[in-house]
Nanobody, 121 residues
């Protein structure tokens, strides 16, 4: 059993900052990739930022220069530092991890329950 638990969401004014955390726990052999997605009302879920186990990162164009993804491998935790937040960043943010539960199985994707981020004055 694998669990991803997000935290850190909330209400923030435009221009403000938030840091999201996602901790993976359970039967984990190796985490290959950890990503942050978001879904706004009426819109499809979209990739915000991702990080491989080797440290390579990728970002959506809409958040480049404002958001930073980082990982703490020893804690199986990924963070999303969000600065200069805009109303259009309002969404439910989800953590996704591509991981192996044992050395002999293929990796699978797991999702967290999501955390709400609202940017409003």
């Amino acid at each position: 059993q694998v669990q991803l638990v997000e935290s850190g969401g909330g209400l923030v004014q435009p221009g403000g900052s938030l840091t999201l955390s996602c901790a993976a726990s359970g039967s984990i052999f190796r985490i290959l990739q950890m990503d942050w997605y978001r879904q706004a009302p009426g819109k499809q879920r979209e990739l915000v930022a991702g990080m491989t186990s080797g440290g390579s990162t990728r970002y959506a164009d809409s958040v480049k220069g404002r958001f930073t993804i980082s990982r703490e491998n020893a804690k199986n935790t990924v963070y999303l530092q969000m600065n200069s937040l805009k109303p259009e960043d309002t969404a439910v943010y989800y953590c996704n991890a591509n991981l192996q539960t044992t050395a002999s199985v293929l990796s699978s994707a797991y999702w967290g329950q999501g955390t709400q981020v609202t940017v409003s004055s």
